[in-house]
């Protein structure tokens, strides 16, 4: 064949090599416009994403810092040449031209005042004039800031936009106190735990090593030593969350002391999974459900009787239990105390159950099994996964 009839062939080949190129390349770059949606939806994404990153900020306050990093995200929501998000009580971060800044606090200061939006136009600032557009944040009816935005000429489209941002704003503001206030219930709630700990059991282990002093003076000291573990570990001042092993570290010595007191007639077996003994647990939640199954189990039992304690790993969730073979409880009794009801009357099974709803949701709160004169058996389950929660730890003991 003539050089050039295979010259003019070789042409072909990469001419149709690259024609079919082209078409696979137009037709990703169709998929992949495909892929990103139309500008509907882009639009759409966006705009969530900007929301999503100022509520970050949000849920704090309206104060600096985080007042300063949620603003940059609700300029670029309301597109606006400069935006203030105002602090009645006098912090004002602006995003855009900070020459803003007094006549923000002062537009605010005047929404806030009315309760309603304002567009105030032709305000000096630095060295031009400007329109503004002002709505106030409330929480509820209570002002609590205003979002202002300012464009050289403000629209009725950026005025209900700074409207619905600034009711925007308030929810976050809103979430995050009500965060807050849970955080100070469960508080609380340990408060209530460590208060019904202290009068009872206190006096009883006093008096329980006070009874060793003369006869067993190493053994009143061994009780000196778990009474100051325990009480150290349950007066605690940080850390809202602990380990399985902590607890029950706590329970033993909890144990050692009821033990001094009734002696052969309380028995404890434990039956614990070790792959469960890292799991986060909220604070002071077992050990309650222990010193209920003592109190109001096996005290009140003619010659006493045994606790069972275990902890078991059910793949993403551990169970722990406390089952005590005492008095039981009347099911309608149980029924008012978890509900809220029966102030005094086992309390620390109370709220156990109200802290862990709280943390974990409802499903994961206690289930008690019980009845007169057969015993009680309290459950409870925790997600094996917990990142992020803030356990406080407590030095050792030297003996």
Sequence with gaps: MPESMLLAAAVGVVAGALAVGVVVLLRRLVLANRDLGTDEERATYRTLHLASRA?????????EPEAARAVKHLRALLGARSVALVDLSGGVAVDGDDS???????????????GRPQVRRGLAT??????????????GKRPVGAVVAFEPTVRAGL????????????????????DASRAALAEAEVRALRAQISPHFIYNSLNAIASFINTDPAQARELVLEFADFTRYSFRRHGDFTTVAEELRSIDSYLRLERARFGDRLKVTLQIAPEVLSTVVPFLSIQPLVENAVRHGLEGKEGGGRITITAQ?????????VEDDGVGIDPEVLGRVLAGGNPGEHVGLRNVDARLRQVYGDEFGLVVETNVGAGTLVRMRVPKSQPGRDLGREEGRDR
């Design 100 to 114: 803003v800044r007094s006549a923000a606090a002062a537009i605010a200061a005047e929404v806030a005042q009315s």
């Design 313 to 321: 790993d059910l793949g993403a969730l551990a169970e722990l239990s």
């Design 159 to 178: 005025v209900r936009a700074t409207g619905e941002v600034a009711d925007w704003v308030a929810a976050q503001v809103e979430l995050g106190e009500l």
């Design 55 to 63: 509520a970050a900020h949000l849920r704090g306050g309206l104060e």
């Design 126 to 139: 630095g060295d031009h004039e400007t329109d503004a557009a002002a709505a106030p944040v409330l929480v």
